[in-house]
């Protein structure tokens, strides 16, 4: 332990992009990614959402880890580590709902205590999260949002529209999130946590480079 002067740039940002199918959170999660490192080769996706993260291919020559089934948090911080000894300095984990959802698989095939069988599921959950708290680069994780219609009014007519509602991950893991960015369909980004100060009471937004160069 020694004493260091304190340096915002030495911060790595742990991001969150949260919103439903649809939102843009993986071509959100690009061009921030750009933005905070300026070079596309410098940039992996965990890609668990079948290849779609190379649909964006033509924004640059960023890298991708394919990430098939199943998606337990050992396989997930073995992915990041891939990224990480590859010289990465922006890893997008898209997404990481299928982390929870498959803990949540797994916590309702154990036999015996519900209450108690959470012992065997929250370690697993909290080193996929320090994994990703103490990697030494960016990470930006996105999040499913549960998906709800509500009726708004659009030229006089009530109009269905699809919105976002709570991620679908461990409640309380936004706590652990330097920004979390909450998407809406027309890819418009308020803000729900800023540590950095930068993002609010600000109007909401449409993430850009200039998002992760702020």
């Given at each position: 332990?020694?004493?260091?002067?304190?340096?915002?740039?030495k911060?790595?940002?742990?991001?969150?992009?949260?919103?439903?199918?649809?939102?843009?959170?993986?071509k959100?999660?690009?061009?921030?990614?750009?933005?905070?490192?300026?070079a596309?080769?410098?940039i992996?996706?965990?890609?668990?959402e079948?290849?779609?993260?190379?649909?964006?291919?033509?924004?640059g020559?960023?890298?991708?880890?394919?990430?098939?089934?199943?998606?337990?948090?050992?396989r997930?911080?073995d992915?990041?580590?891939?990224c990480l000894?590859?010289?990465?300095?922006?890893?997008i984990?898209?997404s990481?709902t299928?982390?929870w959802?498959?803990?949540?698989?797994?916590h309702?095939?154990?036999?015996?205590n519900?209450?108690t069988?959470?012992?065997k599921?929250?370690?697993?959950?909290?080193?996929?999260?320090?994994?990703?708290?103490?990697?030494?680069?960016?990470?930006?994780?996105?999040?499913?949002?549960?998906?709800?219609?509500?009726?708004?009014?659009?030229?006089?007519?009530?109009?269905?529209?699809?919105?976002?509602?709570?991620?679908?991950q461990?409640?309380?893991?936004?706590?652990?999130?330097?920004?979390?960015?909450?998407?809406d369909?027309?890819?418009?980004?308020?803000?729900?946590?800023?540590?950095?100060?930068?993002?609010?009471?600000?109007?909401?937004?449409?993430?850009?480079?200039?998002?992760?160069?702020?």
């Open positions: 332990m020694q004493l260091q002067q304190a340096s915002r740039k911060a790595k940002l742990k991001c969150a992009l949260q919103g439903p199918s649809g939102s843009g959170k993986t959100s999660a690009l061009y921030i990614a750009y933005g905070l490192c300026g596309w080769d410098k992996a996706v965990i890609d668990t079948n290849r779609s993260a190379e649909l964006y291919s033509d924004l020559s960023y890298k991708t880890v394919h990430f098939e089934p199943p998606y337990t948090p050992e997930y911080i992915a990041l580590n891939v000894k590859g010289g990465i300095e922006v890893v984990i898209d990481t299928h982390e959802e498959n803990l949540l698989d797994y309702s095939s154990l036999v015996g519900s209450f069988n959470w012992n599921v929250t370690p697993r959950h909290e080193a996929f999260v320090n994994a990703i708290l103490q990697a030494n680069a960016h990470i930006i994780c996105t999040i499913r949002s549960k998906q709800e219609y509500v009726l708004s009014e659009k030229n006089g007519k009530q109009v269905p529209e699809k919105v976002g509602m709570k991620g679908v461990r409640e309380n893991l936004e706590y652990e999130f330097t920004v979390v960015l909450e998407l369909m027309s890819h418009r980004a308020k803000v729900s946590k800023d540590r950095t100060g930068l993002f609010t009471g600000k109007p909401e937004f449409i993430p850009t480079g200039g998002t992760g160069k702020a």
